[in-house]
């Protein structure tokens, strides 16, 4: 028998539903993190409200003291960051390594935020008209509406709900249906900090349910949403047509140019880490592996080798480098484009096979796909697993070409040591981020995060950007 636990936390309670639903562990699915309560459309009517009501009381709390808050909320993630990050491997799939380090990520980001709370500045401009002067300052939105994915379950919720916070907002936050656990244990962690009953409020329950109620709800006066492009465009019309502020972090299609130059271990290593860590099943993993002719057998040859010797397992077991697919959804979709990838021309080097290990799990090797074109859909689509497409290119003009021939516009890294490529492709990529002899996944907490293109909608994320979308300007002028 496991656990049931509530998934409602609405006015600083959680709160008892009629349906429940079961947390499989990707590694294990005979083990059972928990049965989960799942909330209903009234539910988001409730939080809203109970958002309202502690929104005031927010904006009336003293600085230090809210910024008090946002540093027990890192305290504890800090101090709990080992068994949160095994609950959140247990039930994502994730790497206990990189599960723990996601955990003291979002620990740095509440950290992060304590100090903006004391660092909202406005401006001072003379009036046109003599005498007067002109005030612009920033002012919370209000109730804001935290809509998170799967694949970072404390993360991306941390770059959300940290700056909403910091800035004197409300939040309702609808987490991914596959993550409930590490919604849960976040949720009580920020209800013990001391902030006010109300301010953050969580509704576990069906996208098509609780978040599209959310995107919809009148009260609810700014989105963030990180997911998939689908998703996203229905978040984007749903905002649009009631005139409410949206911030949409979506997909990735992102390249890594590797050129003669190379150091070429430390291509391989960033093409690895980039490609295959996290199961690939990261917004910013390199899907593209852009590859001039002088190093390309070499480079294929290291990466392959790379790949084979990867320790694919339990996510939580000691040395395991690849953990599963999230659910056996995600896992056919790796498996099925690896055979669109074959069917299109191009040639399965090594992995791309499901596996099994002494537990039942969503096991997968990872796929190096080699002779790939940017035609293909295999370098087009987001696939979300562990595969890269090796794309012989001529050289950087062409390389940089099919980086921006791409849909979506998220991260593109190269590897060089060349100084005057690295500095053109810095300034030619049409992405949000560039990263240069490092592996496209991988940011550091305190900077703008967020792409172009299909990728992204509206201001950044994160670092001091983050306050553009969770505060509004005010422009007084004033005679005395
Ligand atoms: P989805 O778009 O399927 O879901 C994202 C969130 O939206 C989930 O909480 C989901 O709920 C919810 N949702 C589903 N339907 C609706 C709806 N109609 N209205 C409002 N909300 C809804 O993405 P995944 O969770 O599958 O995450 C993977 C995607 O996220 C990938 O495309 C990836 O690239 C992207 N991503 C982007 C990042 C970035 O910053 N650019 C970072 C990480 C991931 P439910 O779970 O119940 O379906």
């Not at 560039?434 to 299909?454: E, I, Q, W, Y």
Request: with cysteine; proline share 5%; hydrophobic share 45%.
């Amino acid at each position: 028998m496991t656990e049931s636990r509530a998934g409602v936390f609405i006015g600083g309670e959680w709160l008892a539903t009629d349906t429940f639903v079961a947390n499989v562990n990707p590694s294990d699915t005979s083990d059972v993190v928990g049965h989960f309560g799942v909330g209903q459309a009234h539910h988001v009517d409730d939080a809203v409200a109970a958002a309202t009501r502690a929104a005031g009381e927010w904006r009336a709390t003293p600085l230090e003291a809210r910024a008090m808050c946002l540093h027990a909320i890192a305290d504890e993630v800090t101090r709990r960051a080992e068994s949160l990050g095994d609950l959140l491997a247990r039930e994502e799939g994730k790497t206990l390594p990189e599960a723990i380090g996601e955990a003291r990520r979002a620990a740095s980001i509440f950290r992060f935020f304590a100090g903006e709370v004391m660092r909202v500045h406005g401006e001072i401009i003379d009036s046109t008209r003599p005498g007067a002067d002109v005030l612009v300052t920033r002012e919370p939105l209000g109730v804001v509406g935290v809509i998170t994915p799967w694949n970072f379950p404390l993360a991306i919720p941390a770059w959300k709900i940290a700056p909403a916070l910091a800035y004197g907002n409300s939040v309702v936050w609808k987490p991914a249906s596959l993550v409930p656990a590490s919604a849960a244990e976040l949720t009580s962690i920020i209800h013990e900090s001391g902030v006010p009953a109300g301010l953050v409020n969580m509704v576990f329950g069906s996208g098509s349910t609780i978040g599209q109620g959310l995107v919809e709800h009148a009260g609810v006066a700014g989105v963030s949403f990180t997911g998939s492009v689908g998703v996203g465009t229905g978040v984007a019309t749903a905002t649009a047509q009631r005139l409410a502020r949206v911030q949409l972090e979506m997909g990735g299609k992102n390249a890594l140019v590797v050129l003669d130059d190379a150091d070429i271990d430390r291509a391989v290593d960033v093409a690895v880490q980039g490609s295959f860590y996290s199961t690939g099943q990261r917004c910013t993993a390199s899907s593209r592996l852009l590859v001039t002719p002088g190093i390309h057998e070499e480079f294929v040859d290291k990466l392959v080798a790379a790949a084979d010797g990867l320790v694919v397992g339990d996510a939580r077991a000691p040395g395991t480098q690849i953990g599963p697919a999230v659910n056996a959804e995600q896992l056919e979709q790796d498996l099925s484009y690896i055979r669109i990838g074959q069917d299109e021309g191009s040639e399965l080097l090594v992995g791309g096979v499901a596996v099994e290990r002494s537990t039942p799990g969503h096991f997968i090797t990872p796929a190096v796909l080699g002779s790939a074109s940017n035609e293909m859909r295999i370098s087009r689509e987001e696939i979300f697993g562990p595969v890269a497409a090796v794309i012989p290119v001529a050289d950087l003009d062409e390389a940089i070409a099919i980086t921006n021939d791409c849909d979506f516009g998220l991260t593109a890294g190269i590897c060089t040591t060349s100084l005057a490529a690295a500095t053109r492709f810095r300034r030619e990529a049409e992405v949000g981020m560039v990263m240069v002899n490092l592996p496209t996944a991988g940011v550091d907490a305190h900077v703008p995060f967020g792409g172009r293109k299909s990728s992204n909608l509206g201001p950044r994320e994160q670092g001091r950007s983050a306050i553009e979308f969770y505060t509004q300007l005010k422009t007084a002028y004033v005679m005395p």
